[in-house]
């Protein structure tokens, strides 16, 4: 099991506290309270609470994070995921201390990248978009080109001319993505493997990066994050059946590179704000493994 420091443990007990979740420090239920860290996610901001028998997933963030949703407005968008059967009960969030305190679902595990890729998945997971894009909830809309902005702003002295050349490439891609699809439903938008989770069926967490988008945004995001080998022309296929689907595969692969930019540059600007190296220095680096294998093929 891994261990957590002490001053995170205090911090979590501390919006669990302020949320009324557990007691004040000098009553007995909050000194039972056991905290551990949970796997999943680069930022490493997820803890299991448990006390009394019950038990919470406490998600902590201090930082303002470039792209992300007010915890308020992400509350409210899980809330109604959770209504739906496909994310996560919203127990409290919690403004001042940066805390999203969510209902532990005890037989859920996090996907993996090859589990989603799999073709057998297509199904499931084309049901699970289908209703997520079903919610209603004003969002912003997915402006491609401001989060371009965002993640490249402040790289200049630690871009090499392959970056340069990826940052042009980027701007395109998001400027073609905006003339070409309008913004038609709720996205999730960070489909990275440990925000799909499997307890029989598949659920959602972490939507700080919710938007409304196309559709295509979420299937070609799945795709990119997760190494699909078709670019999810399987999952789109499954995902508009039994109707056609409105694009064409070489449209799908476009977008598909675009969110795989974004990932890569929103990677390197956490990776500078966190001095360098560490996880997100090495999803930066898969990033661009990616980038470069999709442009021999």
């Excluded at 949320?19 to 309270?33: F, R, T």
């Excluded at 993640?151 to 090499?160: E, K, N, S, V």
């Excluded at 560490?278 to 990616?290: D, H, I, K, S, T």
Aim: net charge negative; glycine share 8%.
């Amino acid at each position: 099991m891994a261990r957590i420091d002490e001053p995170a443990r205090e911090r979590v007990l501390g919006a669990m506290r302020a949320a009324g979740v557990v007691d004040a420090p000098d009553a007995s239920p909050s000194a039972a309270v056991v905290v551990r860290p949970l796997d999943g996610g680069l930022g490493g901001r997820s803890y299991l609470a448990a006390a009394g028998g019950r038990r919470w997933v406490v998600r902590l963030s201090a930082e303002t994070r470039p792209g992300a949703l007010s915890l308020p407005v992400e509350a409210r968008v899980t809330e109604q995921a959770a209504a739906l059967g496909i994310a996560p009960r919203v127990v409290a969030a919690e403004e001042r201390t940066g805390a999203l305190i969510t209902e532990y679902l005890a037989g859920a595990r996090s996907m993996t990248r090859q589990a989603l890729a799999s073709p057998q998945n297509a199904p499931r997971i084309a049901r699970l978009l289908r209703r997520l894009h079903g919610l209603e909830h004003p969002l912003r809309e997915f402006d491609p080109e401001a989060y371009a902005a965002a993640y490249t702003r402040g790289l200049d002295g630690a871009l090499g001319a392959p970056d340069r050349l990826r940052i042009d490439e980027l701007y395109a891609l998001a400027r073609a993505y905006r003339a070409r699809y309008p913004s038609e439903v709720l996205c999730h938008n960070d489909l990275v493997a440990s925000n799909v989770l499997d307890d029989g069926d598949l659920k959602l967490i972490d939507f700080e990066y919710a938007v409304t988008a196309a559709p295509m945004l979420d299937l070609a995001g799945i795709a990119a994050l997760n190494d699909f080998d078709d670019d999810g022309w399987g999952l789109a296929q499954a995902y508009y059946e039994p109707t056609r689907v409105p694009f064409s595969r070489e449209e799908l692969r476009k977008v598909v590179r675009l969110v795989r930019l974004i990932a890569y540059f929103w990677a390197l600007s956490s990776a500078l704000a966190a001095g360098g190296r560490g996880p997100y220095a090495e999803f930066a680096e898969r990033a661009a493994a990616a980038l470069d294998e999709t442009n021999r093929s």
